[in-house]
């Protein structure tokens, strides 16, 4: 019998319409109606056909992935489908896979993501930064580039032989060039506006650090792997202190799916919008089965 993880996507998945058909499901309508009575404004509308712009900013795509996510596990479980074995989230993913594992309450999550975004926002407002994803180098060699750069860092270990880096825009710059020189066989710049997971989101940590210890938490009903170190927490002290870190500290995604199928996983379900972490599942060697929410609604049912 296959052991399944579901694992959450992150900033970089949303995309104007990416609900597709589920929009019109009443359980999808219903979650989206609560996010926008917190924020304030129509998040559906915004989500399906909105400014594309707009929805990337990331106040407003932390808060638009969180409320897709839940509302397709909401569909999840209303279609009978297997219970997950284990959850993680890539970066924002991570909160919404608290979220399904009962850690914490949807409203008060919606809340959280959108002052999450604005206080890295503000921090890359004060320091600006860029992010660029190198493919084709191991993770040694792209640490040890980084090193020699300057401010830049690795933000994401997301597969073998692609890291994504983040820093300040020269050290950025000068690792791409120093990247290409030592073989990489590509370089992406991402469309961001805010580096993050490096030491440019310290001005963000201490308010998200007190915004985090004003909610309430619980701890998980299944167990949730945490980006900073692929490892699940028995505190709810320690699940803050998780998130807190996780805003300077590299998404440890090879790890996290190297636990995951440690622990016997064969199956990994991708629960929101797009393909990007199930696709990330065939660099992995031996190679997981990854499935996209929509495809895993149709093998699975």
């Known amino acids: 019998m296959m052991s399944m993880a579901m694992v959450f996507p992150g900033q970089g998945s949303q995309a104007v319409g990416m609900l597709g058909a589920w929009s019109e499901q009443a359980l999808v309508q219903k979650r989206f109606a609560a996010a926008s009575e917190v924020l304030g404004f129509d998040l559906l509308v915004l989500v399906q056909s909105g400014d594309r712009d707009t929805l990337n900013l990331t106040v407003n795509a932390q808060p638009a992935l969180l409320a897709s996510s839940v509302a397709f596990y909401d569909l999840w479980q209303e279609k009978g489908l297997p219970k997950p074995a284990w959850m993680a989230g890539h970066s924002l993913g991570e ?3 608290l979220v399904c594992a009962g850690a914490l309450g949807f409203e008060e ?63 950025v710059s000068v690792l791409a060039r120093s990247a290409k020189e030592a073989g990489a066989r590509m370089l992406v710049p991402l ?9 440019l989101m310290q001005e963000a940590t201490k308010a998200f650090g007190e915004r985090l210890a004003a909610v309430s938490w ?16 028995d505190s709810v002290e320690g699940i803050r202190d998780a998130l807190i ?50 495809k895993a609604c149709d093998s699975l049912s």
């Open 218 to 233: 619980s701890l998980p009903n299944i167990p949730v792997l945490h980006n900073i170190d692929a490892k699940p927490r």
């Open 95 to 97: 909160f919404s896979a």
């Open 109 to 171: 999550a919606v809340a959280l993501v959108r002052e999450r975004g604005t206080l890295m926002q503000q921090a890359g407002e004060v320091r600006q930064g860029a992010m660029l994803a190198v493919i084709g180098l191991s993770d040694e060699q792209v640490t040890d580039l980084c090193d020699a750069a300057g401010n830049v860092s690795p933000a994401n270990f997301n597969a073998p032989g692609q890291v994504v880096v983040s820093g300040e825009l020269e050290a």
């Open 245 to 294: 870190q996780q805003l300077t500290q590299p998404v440890q995604w090879v790890a996290t799916i190297q636990q995951l199928q440690s622990s016997g996983v064969d199956q990994i379900v991708e629960c929101g919008p797009g393909q990007v972490l199930s696709k990330l599942c065939k660099r992995f060697k031996p190679a997981p089965i990854g499935l996209s929410f929509d």
């Open 191 to 199: 469309p961001v506006t805010v580096a993050s997971h490096c030491s």
